[in-house]
C-alpha cells in the first residue's frame, strides 16, 4: 500500500527567507505526486502536479518540486516566502491501480508559521 | 467559474439524528470523492464515483453511505451520527484523463455532533 512521510509537523520561518518542505512516498510504480495547501477552515488547493517528464515542477504562488525517485522523494521549495503564504501544507501521492481512479492518500502535513 | 460547491459549510446535528451534506460541481469531471478530515489530521477517503460506479474503502464504517445522483451531485449521508464523526467533510472531482487524475477540492463541510 502506499504511504506519504512529511517528517516535519511544524516549520517557522521569516518572511522572505526560503522554504523546504520535506516529502517522502512509498508506491510501487510510478508515482503522481502532489502538492496541497489548506487554510485554517478552508479546504484543498492544488500547488503542483507530477505525473512524468520534467523532475523539477512548477505550481502556482511561486512554489516548485522536484520528484527523485532515487530518494523517494518529492520536496517543495519557494525562494523566498510571503506572509501570506502560512498555512498547512499536504504532499500527497494518487493510486491510478485497479479501480483506485487516483484517489490520494496524504501525508500528516506541515504546519507553516511565517514571522514578520 | 467553475467549481466545486459544498453545502452546508457548517453543519450541526444531535449524536445519532441521519444528516446529509450535499457536494456539486461544474466542472463536469466524471470522478467524486468523499474524505473525511478529523483536527489536525490528513483527510481520508471515504469513498469515490467513477460515473456512476460506486467504491467504498474498506475501512469506511457502514454509518457512512453516499449517492450520486447525476454527474453535478453527490451526497454523503451519515446515518447515525456519532462523537466521533465530528470532521471536516471534503468533496473533491476530478476527470479521466488517461488514468492521470488531478483532484479538485470543494471548501468543505465542518459538522459537529452535540
Known amino acids: 500500500a502506499q504511504s506519504v512521510t512529511q517528517p516535519d509537523i511544524h516549520i517557522t520561518v521569516s518572511e522572505g527567507a526560503s522554504l523546504e518542505l520535506r516529502c517522502n512516498y512509498s508506491?510501487?510504480?510510478?508515482?503522481?505526486l502532489f502538492w496541497y495547501v489548506q487554510s485554517p477552515g478552508q479546504g484543498l488547493q492544488l500547488l503542483l502536479k507530477?505525473?512524468?517528464?520534467?523532475?523539477l515542477v512548477q505550481g502556482i504562488k511561486g512554489f516548485e518540486a522536484e520528484f527523485k525517485r532515487s530518494q523517494s522523494s518529492f520536496n517543495l521549495r519557494k525562494p523566498s516566502v510571503h506572509w501570506s503564504d502560512a498555512a498547512e501544507y499536504f504532499c500527497?501521492?494518487?493510486?491510478?491501480?485497479?479501480?483506485?481512479?487516483?484517489?490520494?492518500?496524504f501525508g500528516q502535513g506541515t504546519i507553516l508559521t511565517v514571522h514578520p | 467559474d467553475a467549481m466545486v460547491i459544498q453545502n452546508p459549510r457548517y453543519q450541526v446535528t444531535q449524536f445519532g439524528k441521519p444528516v446529509t451534506l450535499s457536494c456539486s460541481q461544474t466542472?463536469?469531471?466524471?470522478?467524486m470523492y468523499w474524505y473525511q478530515q478529523k483536527s489536525s489530521q490528513a483527510p481520508k477517503l471515504l469513498f469515490h464515483?467513477?460515473?456512476?460506479?460506486?467504491?467504498n474503502e474498506a475501512d469506511t464504517p457502514d454509518n457512512f453511505q453516499s449517492r450520486r445522483p447525476n454527474t453535478s451531485f453527490c451526497f454523503l449521508d451519515i446515518r447515525s451520527p456519532g462523537l466521533g464523526d465530528a470532521a471536516m467533510y471534503l468533496c473533491?472531482?476530478?476527470?479521466?484523463?488517461?488514468?492521470?487524475?488531478?483532484?479538485?477540492f470543494g471548501p468543505g463541510t465542518r459538522l459537529t455532533v452535540t
Open positions: 473533491a472531482t476530478s476527470r479521466d484523463q488517461g488514468r492521470r487524475y488531478e483532484q479538485y
Open positions: 507530477y505525473f512524468s517528464g520534467d523532475t
Open positions: 500527497a501521492v494518487g493510486d491510478v491501480s485497479g479501480t483506485s481512479y487516483g484517489k490520494l492518500t
Open positions: 508506491y510501487g510504480a510510478t508515482p503522481y
Open positions: 464515483y467513477y460515473d456512476k460506479d460506486f467504491n
Open positions: 466542472l463536469n469531471h466524471n470522478v
